[in-house]
């Protein structure tokens, strides 16, 4: 594998974004880190206060809004020189109005978890813009989380049909669970990540989940009892349980996935059954069913027609 020394992280502004481009910041070989943020006053923010944390400046902003295609474009093609590894992280519930359709066809949801990716892995490898590796922010909810109420995700075929109905949100009813529709998203993203491995063995594709994270902002636009729970109750009460932990600790999941190469290229990793915490496993241990490469396929395929 090739050393990382430049990379690429979508929603670096705050949470596990920012808390990544920290710690990779402190790592041998690395000599340039580019926040991808939406927001150029908050990225300026966090480029200030990345470089007094760390004290190197070598933190560059691209501003681009993965759940805009343009944007995206635009953002590619602005860089001057390729990459070595890109962090996949932005996403979470899909703001307001997470069903709502986008220009594109999809619903805000997965246009922020997905499709923004999908044009941005695209993008960078027509224009051999990224040269190693391509992380991307995976969930235990992919798999369910029944202690946290989070239910496998209810997969009937695994067909393209089935994967683009996930992506414009035919799948789903309108009394569904948000975080039921996100963790069947999230999966559609790591079988995305693992088909795209094997059409382009050259770089590595591994999905990585940060866990379940106190402090982050993804949990923002759920119902408000949801959020009430998730984010300020849970965040108290769940790390005694072991169900959280810090966005410290979440941020370490990708750069070990990023930089330890053990972490095999199109695997899901993710916390053991049972967990959104403690060590991390390639996820067909616990379903096989995401190994199937058919549906990896399927899930590729049904992204593209949107991208």
Known sequence: MNPIQSVLITGANAGLGRE?????????GVEKIILGCRNLEKAKAAQKALEAETGRKIFEI????????????NAVASLSAPVDAVILNA??????????????????????????????VDELLERQLVTSTVLYAGSEAARGIPK???????MVTSSEVEFTAIA????????????????????????????????HPHIRFVTMSPGGTTGTNGMD?????????????????MPIFGMMHSVETGAKRYVDGLLNPKFESGHFYASR????????????????????????DNANRAVHQFA
Not at 221 to 228: A, F, G, N, S
Request: zero cysteines; charged letters at 20%; glycine letters at 12%.
């Open 20 to 28: 990544a481009a920290r710690q990779l910041a402190l790592q041998k």
């Open 62 to 73: 691209l501003i681009l809004d993965v759940s805009n295609k343009t944007s995206v474009r």
């Open 91 to 120: 996403g979470g519930t899909g703001g307001r109005t997470p069903n709502a359709l986008t220009e594109d066809g999809v619903t805000h949801i997965f246009a922020a978890n997905v499709l923004g990716h999908v044009v941005l």
């Open 148 to 154: 946290m109420g989070v239910a496998k995700p209810d």
């Open 168 to 199: 414009d949100g035919r799948k789903f009813g309108p009394k569904a669970d948000p975080l039921d529709i996100y963790g069947t998203i999230k999966l559609t993203g790591a079988m995305w990540m693992a088909s795209m491995a094997r059409k």
């Open 221 to 237: 636009d759920l119902p408000l009892l949801k959020k009430i729970f998730f984010k300020y109750i849970g965040s108290t009460l």
């Open 273 to 296: 059954a049972g967990s959104p915490t403690g060590p991390v496993v390639d996820q067909t241990i616990i379903d096989p069913s995401l190994g199937n490469q058919d549906a990896q």
